[in-house]
């Protein structure tokens, strides 16, 4: 039977003990059916049903109605189960409310205000203890443009560095640099003709870009610039030290400045790595190797590796002048890599219009034999469309960064007397701004494609990058507001039974006890959008509480303060899921 063991940890998820209750009840109702199997078949309800249990997945001989009957027949309530139903096959369960709202506020408290590391962690999961993993990403090329695939490998792949780090996983967050190949002898002979010190040491990002776009036009006009510039590379290939001087400083001033723009994001590099750090030794050594398997044919001194028997063509792996290519740098650095850090598993974020390369890759190094090819995983994303601001397109990070600030910041300028009450709005514009671009990318699943708009992701109704960071900064608002309230007593002087009695307070803390299932989720398919969901939909459900379950204006203050525990852990949860996304909740706004 295909069941899955999930891994149970109540210590981090205490709806694990709620789940584990229920598939005690149903295995001692059909004991053919143990209680691993059947906790493993606890899914959460729809709408108004805390957890279902859909019995024909057992595929036990008899009538699965007889079956559920009898489940039903024996069941007695305690203080986890309050009560089953069936429908047909499907068996709905409804928990304890109130041993349910106490565990997980409780759970949610200790886990964030008395963790050994000081650190907040409810969500987090061991899962990964004791593994390492390499996320690549970003990995712009140097003196090209920083286009939306760019931006949106940028986006996921942070999200992935902090998803796999909360789960325990040891986490290098690498960026591989486009900072080798052609294109820089290019760059090299334009620099001779237009390069300036003082601009590069300005924005070198810029600066080469310019002289790019510059020597590209004139290779157009003079076919021999781009002989002299094949020279060039061929030199810096060789390692000539000469040739390289420049390169070298490039380089630095260039990941210089992405540093600073990737701070701006909330994104950090454990490792700096590019094209240029791969060895031709290992390369050498990689493409004899494909040689001896039969899989390499030459084509006019061109070396082709032949991948056609897989279904995926075949591709050139070194030139006719002994330079390398792209492709034979990721199978040397991906070798290295190896060597160099053992990982458990590599990560690769990369545009599905590399689906091929990525493929072929994988496939090359399997067929090398090397045992940890298969722990290798393509992440790929969609396309955006439309990525401009209002003065032309976007050829630069640091622009997207400033367009989004500054729309954010002619938005917020609209309301005047809120404005004049923010303490600093340019920084704050910018930190909406930037959570708007992030939430607009994380919200639909990776592969779909979309349309850069900068009107829809800045705005503050709908499902907003700026909805969400307002939902944080107003529940932080609830201490500030309440200073009578404070500070809380222990959870155990805590009296929750007005949030037993409200719908929407179980509603709430029922969805702050899901968390960290939707981080375990987001863990299996490397999706961002279930986070982005699961805060849309606690952020909604918390609206839909203020005006019944108010905190302010409550007389009864053991009332109240019940209610701002539930609030206050909403906060925290919603604050982990922010972070978790790469965004930096606002106190204020
Ligand atoms: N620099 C490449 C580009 O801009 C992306 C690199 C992706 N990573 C890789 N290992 N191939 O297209």
């Given at each position: 039977m295909a069941t899955e063991i999930r891994d149970m940890d109540p210590s981090r998820c205490v709806l694990d003990t709620f789940r584990s209750a229920i598939a005690q009840k149903i295995s001692t109702a059909l004991p053919e059916l143990s209680v691993d199997q059947v906790y493993s078949g606890v899914d959460y309800g729809k709408k108004g049903v805390d957890f279902t249990v859909a019995l024909p997945r057992f595929r036990l001989p008899g009538k699965v109605d007889d079956h559920a009957k009898k489940v039903i027949s024996q069941f007695t309530a305690d203080d986890h189960v309050a009560a089953v139903t069936h429908?047909?096959?499907?068996?709905?369960?409804?928990?304890?409310?109130?041993?349910?709202?106490?565990?997980?506020?409780?759970?949610?408290?200790?886990?964030?205000?008395?963790?050994?590391?000081?650190?907040?962690?409810?969500?987090?999961?061991?899962?990964?203890?004791?593994?390492?993993?390499?996320?690549?990403?970003?990995?712009?090329?140097?003196?090209?443009?920083?286009?939306?695939?760019?931006?949106?490998?940028?986006?996921?792949?942070?999200?992935?560095?902090?998803?796999?780090?909360?789960?325990?996983?040891?986490?290098?967050?690498?960026?591989?640099?486009g900072d080798w190949g052609t294109q820089f002898g290019l760059i090299a002979t334009g620099f001779e003709k237009y390069g300036n010190e003082e601009e590069l040491q300005r924005d070198a990002i810029k600066h080469l870009f310019d002289i790019y776009v510059k020597v590209n036009k004139d290779a157009e006009e003079n076919p021999e610039v781009?002989?002299?510039?094949?020279?060039?590379?061929?030199?810096?290939?060789?390692?000539?030290?000469?040739?390289?001087?420049n390169w070298r400083q490039w380089r630095a001033l260039s990941i210089k400045k992405y540093a600073e723009e990737y701070d701006r994001l909330n994104i950090k590099f454990d490792i700096y790595t590019g094209e240029s750090e791969v060895s031709k030794a290992v390369m050498d050594k990689a493409v004899d190797r494909l040689n001896d398997l039969g899989l390499i044919?030459?084509?006019?001194?061109?070396?082709?590796?032949?991948?056609?028997?897989?279904?995926?063509?075949?591709?050139?792996?070194?030139?006719?002048?002994?330079?390398?290519?792209?492709?034979?740098?990721?199978?040397?650095?991906?070798?290295?890599r190896y060597e160099k850090y053992k990982f458990d598993k590599m990560i690769y974020v990369v545009s599905s219009q590399q689906d091929l390369h990525l493929r072929q890759f994988f496939k090359i190094l399997e067929l090398m034999d090397y045992p940890w090819a298969k722990d290798m995983l393509h992440i790929n994303y969609g396309l955006v469309q439309g990525m401009s601001t209002r003065k032309g397109t976007?050829?630069?990070?640091?622009?997207?960064?400033?367009?989004?600030?500054?729309?954010?910041?002619?938005?917020?300028?609209?309301?005047?007397?809120?404005?004049?009450?923010?303490?600093?709005?340019?920084?704050?514009?910018?930190?909406?701004g930037i959570t708007g671009v992030k939430i607009q990318d994380m919200a639909a699943k990776r592969i779909n494609n979309y349309t850069f708009n900068w009107d829809r992701m800045l705005s503050f109704e709908g499902d907003t990058g700026p909805y969400l960071q307002y939902a944080y900064v107003r529940l932080v608002s609830i201490g500030r507001k309440n200073p009578?309230?404070?500070?809380?007593?222990?959870?155990?002087?805590?009296?929750?039974?007005?949030?037993?009695?409200?719908?929407?307070?179980?509603?709430?803390?029922?969805?702050?006890g899901s968390y960290p299932d939707v981080v375990k989720t987001a863990l299996k398919t490397h999706e961002p959008s279930g986070v982005v969901t699961f805060a849309f939909r606690l952020a909604h459900a918390i609206s839909s509480a203020w005006e019944t379950v108010v905190v302010k204006g409550e007389e009864d203050i053991e009332k109240a303060r019940a209610r701002m525990w539930m609030y206050e852990s909403a906060r925290d949860v919603l604050g982990q899921a922010m972070r978790l996304l790469s965004l930096r909740p606002l106190e204020r706004m």
């Amino acid at each position: 039977m295909a069941t899955e063991i999930r891994d149970m940890d109540p210590s981090r998820c205490v709806l694990d003990t709620f789940r584990s209750a229920i598939a005690q009840k149903i295995s001692t109702a059909l004991p053919e059916l143990s209680v691993d199997q059947v906790y493993s078949g606890v899914d959460y309800g729809k709408k108004g049903v805390d957890f279902t249990v859909a019995l024909p997945r057992f595929r036990l001989p008899g009538k699965v109605d007889d079956h559920a009957k009898k489940v039903i027949s024996q069941f007695t309530a305690d203080d986890h189960v309050a009560a089953v139903t069936h429908d047909k096959a499907f068996l709905h369960f409804q928990l304890n409310t109130s041993t349910l709202i106490r565990a997980i506020l409780d759970q949610i408290h200790d886990l964030t205000h008395n963790t050994a590391s000081g650190n907040p962690e409810y969500g987090t999961n061991t899962t990964g203890q004791g593994k390492t993993v390499i996320i690549e990403y970003s990995s712009p090329n140097i003196a090209k443009n920083f286009h939306v695939g760019h931006l949106r490998s940028t986006i996921i792949g942070g999200f992935l560095s902090n998803l796999y780090k909360i789960c325990g996983w040891k986490v290098l967050s690498m960026n591989y640099l486009g900072d080798w190949g052609t294109q820089f002898g290019l760059i090299a002979t334009g620099f001779e003709k237009y390069g300036n010190e003082e601009e590069l040491q300005r924005d070198a990002i810029k600066h080469l870009f310019d002289i790019y776009v510059k020597v590209n036009k004139d290779a157009e006009e003079n076919p021999e610039v781009r002989v002299d510039a094949a020279k060039w590379f061929k030199r810096m290939e060789d390692g000539d030290e000469e040739a390289l001087k420049n390169w070298r400083q490039w380089r630095a001033l260039s990941i210089k400045k992405y540093a600073e723009e990737y701070d701006r994001l909330n994104i950090k590099f454990d490792i700096y790595t590019g094209e240029s750090e791969v060895s031709k030794a290992v390369m050498d050594k990689a493409v004899d190797r494909l040689n001896d398997l039969g899989l390499i044919t030459d084509s006019d001194g061109a070396k082709i590796v032949q991948l056609e028997k897989y279904k995926l063509g075949s591709g050139v792996i070194k030139k006719k002048d002994g330079t390398s290519i792209y492709l034979t740098r990721d199978i040397g650095a991906a070798i290295e890599r190896y060597e160099k850090y053992k990982f458990d598993k590599m990560i690769y974020v990369v545009s599905s219009q590399q689906d091929l390369h990525l493929r072929q890759f994988f496939k090359i190094l399997e067929l090398m034999d090397y045992p940890w090819a298969k722990d290798m995983l393509h992440i790929n994303y969609g396309l955006v469309q439309g990525m401009s601001t209002r003065k032309g397109t976007v050829v630069f990070l640091n622009q997207i960064i400033g367009e989004a600030a500054s729309v954010m910041h002619d938005q917020m300028r609209k309301n005047e007397e809120k404005y004049n009450a923010v303490e600093d709005p340019e920084s704050t514009s910018s930190e909406i701004g930037i959570t708007g671009v992030k939430i607009q990318d994380m919200a639909a699943k990776r592969i779909n494609n979309y349309t850069f708009n900068w009107d829809r992701m800045l705005s503050f109704e709908g499902d907003t990058g700026p909805y969400l960071q307002y939902a944080y900064v107003r529940l932080v608002s609830i201490g500030r507001k309440n200073p009578h309230l404070l500070p809380l007593p222990k959870p155990a002087d805590i009296d929750i039974e007005t949030l037993v009695q409200s719908q929407h307070a179980r509603d709430i803390v029922f969805l702050l006890g899901s968390y960290p299932d939707v981080v375990k989720t987001a863990l299996k398919t490397h999706e961002p959008s279930g986070v982005v969901t699961f805060a849309f939909r606690l952020a909604h459900a918390i609206s839909s509480a203020w005006e019944t379950v108010v905190v302010k204006g409550e007389e009864d203050i053991e009332k109240a303060r019940a209610r701002m525990w539930m609030y206050e852990s909403a906060r925290d949860v919603l604050g982990q899921a922010m972070r978790l996304l790469s965004l930096r909740p606002l106190e204020r706004m």
